[in-house]
Nanobody
Framework: QVQLVESGGGLVQPGGSLRLSCTAS????????IGWFRQAPGKEREGVLC????????YYTDSVKGRFAISRDNAKNTVYLQMNSLKIEDTAVYYC???????????????????WGQGTQVTVSS
């Protein structure tokens, strides 16, 4: 069964850091581009960052440039989202998903992603 599981969310003060993990099972993570998305209360889900099979990044929002980083450890079947200098507006449920097409790059459309995880809550508050 193909599954992605997010973890690492929590409560953090503004300016703090968190590292989220997206762990895959049921498929070989190395074959897939993986994206991170988030949905804040009352807002639509938005893309954050994606990492392709070669380790290249694609930003889906400028608001995280210089603060967030994405990486992958294929041996652990895990993709990470390192979030630094967190802001209150980063508060959201964070999801990971994979490109439906193996070995393809980071999609430009959210609809090209599948196998969504259940999400992990990130709350930035003082």
């Amino acid at each position: 069964q193909v599954q992605l599981v997010e973890s690492g969310g929590g409560l953090v003060q503004p300016g703090g850091s968190l590292r989220l993990s997206c762990t895959a099972s049921g498929f070989t993570l190395a074959n897939s581009a993986i994206g991170w998305f988030r949905q804040a209360p009352g807002k639509e889900r938005e893309g954050v960052l994606c990492i392709n099979t070669s380790g290249g990044w694609a930003y889906y929002t400028d608001s995280v440039k210089g603060r967030f980083a994405i990486s992958r450890d294929n041996a652990k079947n895990t993709v990470y989202l390192q979030m630094n200098s967190l802001k209150i507006e980063d508060t959201a449920v964070y999801y990971c998903a994979r490109n439906r097409r193996p070995w393809m790059g980071c999609p430009s459309q959210e609809t090209d992603f599948g196998s969504w995880g259940q999400g992990t809550q990130v709350t930035v508050s003082s």
